[in-house]
């Protein structure tokens, strides 16, 4: 499996942002990286959903196809 340096960094980022926001608690990075994760899998599928037209009853495809891809890279 490769991976996506450019993704898992952004995954970082945010992951750092989140727990700055939170008080930086001590022994929660995976919890933060999930949930960095999941906040970009939101936005992958928010702006897939977007750009097809935003079509109603079809945004759990949308989610699907953005996960999927995460996951592969």
Do not use: C, V
Request: charged content about 30%; glycine content about 6%.
């Amino acid at each position: 499996m490769h991976k996506n340096t450019a993704i898992a960094e952004r995954i970082r980022q945010t992951a750092y942002f989140m727990w700055e926001q939170d008080g930086r608690p001590e022994g929660q990075a995976m919890a933060y990286w999930l949930r960095a994760k999941e906040a970009l899998i939101r936005q992958l599928a928010y702006d897939r959903w977007l750009a097809g037209g935003a079509p109603p009853d079809s945004s759990e495809l949308f989610w699907t196809e953005a996960e999927r891809e995460l996951l592969e890279k």
